[in-house]
């Protein structure tokens, strides 16, 4: 009875958690903000997200990023692979992403959201990699 009760209230917490995670858009393309390349949703809303698995250019503006702002400092600390824009957030991307977000003091889960956009840096149009 006691198990019932449990996987009942499980189910309706699940319930509840998938319209606001809906709410937030993936990021699929980009677009300059401030002079700087930033990852958005298709209708333009920086307040989206990325993890494994999506593909499209809003990855591939991440890896971009990853690879122009902070590749020198992935190398110097002997992160092992070469970051490639290909759009596809497969396990090289997720890692490097991980590196990125513990480096600059947040929480490392390697999934791109509002957090990692609001506290990495980001290559800037005929300007250097800094914060926007």
């Given at each position: 009875?006691?198990?019932?009760?449990?996987?009942?209230v499980a189910g309706g917490l699940v319930a509840l958690a998938e319209p606001a995670a809906a709410a937030i858009a993936a990021?699929?393309?980009?677009r300059v903000q401030s002079n700087h390349y930033v990852p958005t949703?298709?209708?333009?809303?920086?307040?989206c997200w990325m993890q494994r698995g999506h593909k499209g250019?809003?990855?591939r503006m991440l890896q971009i990023t990853l690879h122009d702002c902070y590749g020198e400092w992935l190398d110097a600390v002997g992160f092992p692979?070469?970051?490639?824009?290909d759009g596809d957030f497969g396990p090289i991307t997720e890692r490097a992403l991980k590196e990125v977000q513990h480096h600059e003091g947040i929480g490392d889960d390697g999934i791109y959201g509002k957090v990692t956009a609001a506290t990495i840096l980001f290559p800037g149009k005929n300007a250097p990699c800094s914060y926007i």
């Open positions: 009875m006691a198990v019932a009760a449990v996987v009942g990021c699929t393309t980009y949703s298709s209708t333009g809303n920086r307040n250019d809003g990855v692979y070469d970051i490639n824009a």
